[in-house]
């Protein structure tokens, strides 16, 4: 067989060279006595990128999503959300494990909701009702298929939960790929929210690691919490210089990474046996089906396997996404895969 072609995620890429590179070349300290220069750095740099007072790196966004969690809520407090989001579906029931927090789930429409949705879930001060504490926003939104949550929305949420003491935490694992969409910068984006969280180890290419990010207060309480949870590290800067490298080398050519995704998902709408929401297509992930097939998302990734390429299959639906590791190359011989299968 030649090259598979890896589109299970845009976690699978691997360090380039260049990044390799950067991370021996590294400057190390101990980071839990807070003298690792280069995590140093780097936390004043995206901090400033994102036009935060303060940010903490951490091994993963699972990690700086629960330590957000924690800092924000007290057990039995609320946090209001979208069905499909990370926290509620990929992290291991952690709300609740760890911080003890209910999740009101909200039906959104593409992983988005507004503030007439949250309205009629506050609760009052009744002693038989949760607090109301957390909006809880994912941006670009995974299971829905990397959509981007409507910032002019993001703007109204952020007046209402001011008006009614509700803190708003971003989930902003692939904010760079949603900034690179719509053409706002990061810290646009990320402005109207108490505290966030970004990933390095998704579409910029990172090996390890995301970021939390919040005020100078904020990031304090946060330390306390990731020391509880076993995420302090010693000589970790070679891992935060692959971020500073991907900051600098890799948020650029995300564009293309999303023009990929598009590529892809025209082609797969060209197919009569095959079902996808092509407004849906806002970044570099791409979601669809074969029901028309009587073929589930196993049966689907099954195949494609078979043709080279490697997909993700939850359910019914395949999922696929674009990333620096695959190439216009690649993305053609994907498409010819999917059209000799399902053509």
């Known amino acids: 067989m030649s090259k598979l072609i890896d589109l299970r995620s845009d976690t699978v890429t691997r360090p380039s060279d260049a990044m390799r590179k950067a991370m021996f070349d590294a400057e190390v300290g101990d980071d839990v006595f807070g003298d690792d220069p280069t995590i140093n750095h780097f936390q004043e740099y995206v901090a400033d990128l994102l036009g935060k007072e303060a940010a903490m790196y951490m091994p993963s966004g699972t990690m700086t999503n629960q330590v957000g969690i924690a800092v924000h ?44 949705d949250v309205q009629p879930l506050l609760r009052s001060t009744d002693s038989h009702f949760p607090p109301s504490k957390l909006v809880w926003i994912e941006n670009s939104a995974n299971r829905a298929g990397g959509t981007i949550f409507p910032q002019n929305e993001v703007l109204r949420l952020r007046k209402f939960a001011t008006e009614n003491d509700l803190g708003m935490h971003l989930d902003g694992a692939r904010i760079w790929n949603v900034a690179a969409a719509i053409g706002k910068t990061e810290a646009e984006l990320v402005a109207p929210y108490d505290s966030v969280s970004v990933c390095f180890s998704k579409g910029l290419g990172c090996p390890v690691g995301s970021v939390l990010l919040g005020s100078k207060e904020f990031i304090a309480k946060a330390h306390r919490i990731r020391k509880r949870l076993g995420g302090g590290m010693r000589q970790a800067g070679i891992l935060a210089a692959a971020c500073l490298y991907a900051l600098d080398n890799n948020r650029q050519l995300l564009p293309e990474s999303n023009r990929h995704a598009r590529m892809l998902a025209e082609a797969i709408a060209e197919l009569p046996n095959l079902e996808i929401d092509l407004e849906a297509i806002q970044t570099n992930i791409i979601i669809f089906d074969a029901l028309k097939l009587g073929m589930d998302g196993a049966a689907v990734t099954a195949k494609l396997r078979e043709e080279g390429v490697l997909a993700t299959g939850f359910g019914p639906k395949v999922r696929i996404v674009t990333h620096l590791d695959v190439n216009e190359n690649d993305i053609q011989n994907a498409i010819a895969a999917i059209r000799k299968i399902f053509g």
């Open 73 to 116: 809520t007290t057990p039995g407090d609320e946090i209001y959300c979208e069905v499909g989001c990370h926290i509620r579906n990929f992290e291991g029931g952690a709300p609740a494990y760890l911080s003890g927090v209910m999740l009101n789930a909200i039906h959104g429409v593409r992983g988005a909701f507004t503030v007439e």
